[in-house]
Antibody
């Protein structure tokens, strides 16, 4: 079965860091674009960024609200993509989703609060 | 940053047809904006319905179709079913970044 399993959400204080994981099963992430989006409670979807597949250059793009604070990385041996979030702000509180052309993850809740 | 606009809400009768649109503050939406459409039901993760303007996925019901219409991207639902009641989002590509519209809440009533 093709799926993305997300983990790593939680409660952190403003200014702290958190890493989310997006692990693929049933397919290989090396051949996929992976996009991250987020959704604050009761709000719409917001594009966080995209990790390009290796064959297309493997570059990354980030949305303006997170550029310079969030970073993607990938561990091919674990078939997992990571979203490293630094200098977190209260406005970063949201459910974070990863998705590819094939499927979506179930989401990970990040709460930034003192 | 560009602003992507969608109708905040629409209502369609069961069996009816409705078109949701996705406009851009920068002007006409083209295939070069690679429009995507997503469906989200309460408490669930979104699901991709349409990618790259018109491409359906294996799970996309045949009653949904994507197009460019009147300078916007469009999602047409023909033969609405009660289970189509959901929030629908589009996003557009602008030189390396993508921007979501605010979403359309579709009621089937």
């Amino acid at each position: 079965e093709v799926q993305l399993v997300q983990s790593g959400g939680g409660l952190v204080a403003p200014g702290e860091s958190l890493t989310l994981s997006c692990a693929a099963s049933g397919f290989t992430l090396t051949g996929a674009w992976v996009t991250w989006v987020r959704q604050a409670p009761g709000k719409g979807l917001e594009w966080v960024g995209r990790f390009e597949r290796k064959s297309d250059g493997g570059t990354t793009d980030y949305g303006a609200p997170v550029k310079g604070r969030f970073t993607f990385s990938k561990d091919d041996s674990k078939n997992t993509l990571y979203l490293q979030m630094n200098s977190l702000k209260t406005e970063d509180s949201a459910v974070y989703y990863c998705f590819t052309a094939m499927t979506w993850g179930h989401g990970a809740l990040v709460t930034v609060s003192s | 940053q560009a602003v992507v606009t969608q109708e905040p809400s629409l209502t369609v009768s069961p069996g009816g047809t409705v078109t949701l649109t996705c406009g851009s503050s920068t002007g006409t939406v083209t295939s070069g904006h690679w429009p995507y459409w997503f469906q989200q039901k309460p408490g669930q993760a979104p699901k991709t319905l349409i990618s790259d303007t018109t491409n359906k996925h294996s799970w996309t019901p045949a009653r949904f179709s994507g197009s460019l219409l009147g300078g916007k991207a469009a999602l047409t639902l023909s033969g609405a079913q009660p289970e189509d009641e959901a929030d629908y989002y589009c996003f557009l590509y602008y030189s390396g970044v993508r921007v979501f519209g605010g979403g359309t809440r579709l009621t089937v009533l």
